[in-house]
Each structure stands twice: as C-alpha cells, then as structure tokens.
C-alpha cells in the first residue's frame, strides 16, 4: 500500500508552510558545503510509461509483415539497426548496449511498471523500494539541501520499506521550479526565527502524541524543505538558465527539458533522477502515435547522452531507457499493438556499461526471445553493478521479513560489465 501522504505530499505542505517563515540564503552558509556532485555513481531513468514496441524502436524487422510502418537505418557501429525515427541516437549507438531480449510475464500496466520500477512483483505486506530510492539509501548525501531522488513528469512507484526520506520528490513541470520555494519579502530575521521556534514547539508536541518513524520522519521532511529553501543549489531546477541551442538540442517538449533538467540535477549532486514520456500505450494507430514519441524521445535521450559524455559524467552516470513491457509483433485490426511481455528491448548506457553492442536477439517475427534472454532481476543486478550497489544486501520489512535488493533469481548480463 502506498503511504496516505508521500514524500511529494509532505514536502510541498512542508514548503507552504516554512516558504511563510521566510528563511534568507544568506542564513547558516555552511549548510552550502558537500561533497563533489560527480562522486560515486548516479542514475538517469527514462520511464517510457505505457510499453514501447521493439520493432518500431530498437528491434526492427523490415520486410517481415510483422515489421510495421517503419524503415531500419544504420546506426554509427556496423552492424546494428534501428529505426529511421531515431536518427540522433543512432549517431550515440557507440555508447548505448540494446538488451534486444528481455522477456518477463506480466502483461498489466501497473504491475508491470511496478515490475520494472522495483525488480520485484507486487507482493501482499511489502512495499518494494524504487530502484532511484535504493540508490538513494545507499549513495545519497543524508544533508544534501535538494532531495537525492527526483522524479520528473509522473511520480516513481515510491521508497516502500526503504522510508519516506528515500523517495522521489515529484516535479509534475520539468519547466517549473518546485512550488513554494519563493520566499515572502515582509518575513525577515527575528519574525523568521521566532516563527521557527514556533514551528519546532508544535513539532514536539506532535511527536510526543504520535510516536515512531513516520512522526519523526514529518519533522525530517519540513527540516529538509527548510534547507532546500535556502540551497544554492534550488538553482540547478530552473532550466530557463541554459543557452537557447542547448535547450533547443534536447526539444522544447516536456520530456526535452526534463532530460536537461536531469543533467543539471546529476551535477548538482541529486543520485537519480527518473523522467517519464507517457503515450506509448498504442493499442490503436501505433504508427502515427509512435513516430510521435520517438520524434520528443531521439533528441532528447541522444542530447543527454552526448552531454554527459562531454562535461565527463557519463562514466559515473547510468542512463536507462525501458518501459513497463513490451508491445505485440502482430498488428491489431485497428492499427495497433496490444502489450506483450515476452518480448521487448531496453537501452542502458553510462557507469561503464559496454556501448555499442546488442545482447539477445528475437525471432524473425518477433514474438519470441531466440537467443540470451535476460529477466528483470538480471537487469537489475547489473545496474547494480554498473551503480556500485550490493544486490544482495537484505532489508528488513515491517513484519521483520527480510528482502534482498534484487529478487535472488537474477544474474548478472556479463556481456554489458567489464
């Protein structure tokens, strides 16, 4: 069960409340102070929301009846193929690995993100951790004045037995800043310190009424909004800062400037941030629909590739490109595909990963994994890997259940980690 407020909820009430109390930049500077934005590994997740087709996308059969609409070009390594809708990834197919065979057996949207959001299935008692909130327990900075775990566009899975701390801080506008960071100009010095005190009192009293984590973890959650108020950092959210032909090389789309976004936050110290492009849920005219996406997907992904890789973040950042399943080979009678699960593809690139390779191959129609097929706890074992995670460290759940970070059935894809 998701928590009756989340982490998004407690924070933008938190910021509502404190933005009152007005709390200046210049107060306690070294709150400012951390460690570098590039230590450890970090994780850029591109959620394509609704199950994108492999055909139409990283797996292309042309000439096959199966095959759709859309011709397959070349990419910049010999060999491998792509669609024709992808021109700018294919010029970065150097630095991306195409996992051309995953395979899983759920076939629901919501199950199936959960799924791919958390490694695990649904499981009655126990709510799964995102893999940006595992991330998030394991590297993220504990005092860092903007969250560790941002989720742009639609909200992650949440943090489930990792704790409220752990989860993704909502942004529903890649081109707003968070709401209620503005500070009042009629609140200064000693009416904030006294509203504050104020603050604290009520905070003490709400603690002593109702015990134990989730009371501790609200005065945790509004002393957090307190200090993103005053980061410098809160800067690295406004996307308006960026050159205009940078912003135009990721697409003036949401998705676009979501994935700068991303990359702003990576070098502001944030471990993960997922950005979401909806509308791949194509069970009628999947061509038009689907060309669609990949137009706001290409530029946008092969720019933050690109970019990562030129400022030196890309060997410490994993960028991954999935969606909850994939889509049927065969065309429905109403120009679409319906979700498939037994086949499908995902891109990973960063932190590592060996580019410039496809892993697993699929039937000539399609419809079946013909060679290395790969699970869902096998790619997350090796994002694991590739983020310097302990997959199989246990975490304990409320009933004192022990759950391992990654399912115990998956093994490592030795193709994409050197």
């Known amino acids: 069960m998701q928590p009756l407020l989340s982490r998004r909820g407690y ?24 460690e570098s934005a590039t230590a450890g590994r970090s ?7 609704g199950g994108p087709s492999h055909l139409d996308t990283w797996d292309p059969k042309p000439g096959h009846p ?6 397959a070009i070349d990419t910049n390594v010999a060999g491998i193929q792509i669609s024709e809708h992808l021109p700018q990834l294919a010029k970065q197919m150097h630095h991306l690995a195409v996992v051309r065979s995953m395979t899983s057996k759920e076939g629901s949207h919501e199950r199936g993100r959960y799924l791919l959001q958390s490694g695990y299935l649904p499981m009655p008692g126990t709510q ?18 903007i969250p560790n775990f941002v989720s742009i566009s639609l909200p992650s899975i949440g943090a489930g037995l990792l704790g409220m701390e752990h989860a993704a801080f909502h942004l529903p506008n890649s081109e707003s800043p968070p709401p209620n960071t503005a500070l009042p100009g009629h609140v200064r010095g ?24 989730e009371a501790t973890a609200h005065q945790d959650v509004y002393q957090q909004s307190i200090r993103m108020m005053r980061a410098k950092e809160l800067a690295a959210f406004d996307v308006s800062q960026e050159k205009p032909q940078v912003r135009d090389a990721y697409g003036r789309t949401p998705f676009g400037q979501g994935c700068l976004l991303a990359r702003r936050l990576i070098e502001n110290g944030v471990k993960c941030v997922q950005v979401s492009l909806n509308g791949w849920d194509t069970h009628a005219r999947n061509f038009p629909l689907t060309r669609n996406r990949m137009e706001i997907l290409d530029p946008a992904y092969a720019t933050l590739v690109q ?18 399943f994939g889509r049927t080979p065969k065309i429905n009678p109403l120009g679409g595909r319906d979700h498939w ?8 690139a960063g932190a590592g990963i060996r580019g410039g390779q496809v892993v697993g191959k699929t039937s000539p129609d399609g419809t079946q994994v013909s060679a290395r097929p790969v699970s869902v706890p096998d790619l997350f074992v090796t994002c694991c890997q590739a983020l310097r995670i302990d997959a199989d460290k246990q975490h304990l759940t409320p009933a004192g259940r022990p759950i391992r970070t990654v399912d115990a059935t998956g093994t490592p894809v030795a193709e994409l980690i050197p």
Request: aromatic share 6%.
């Open 128 to 145: 799964h951790p995102a893999l940006g909130s595992i991330l998030s327990a394991e590297r993220g900075q504990p005092d860092q004045a």
């Open 66 to 71: 199966h095959g759709g609409e859309f011709a």
């Open 341 to 348: 699960p037994k086949t499908w593809s995902a891109t990973l």
């Open 190 to 213: 000693q009416r904030f310190q006294r509203r504050l005190r104020m603050l604290s009192s009520l905070e003490r009293g709400f603690i002593n009424t109702r015990r134990g984590k």
């Open 43 to 49: 994780l850029i997740l591109l959620w394509m929301n």
């Open 11 to 34: 924070l933008r009430l938190s910021l509502g409340a404190t933005a009152s109390l007005c709390v200046p930049r210049w107060l306690d500077p070294e709150l400012h102070a951390r």
């Open 307 to 324: 970019e990562l890789d030129e400022r030196g973040l890309l060997d410490s950042t994993l960028v991954l490109c999935l969606g909850e």
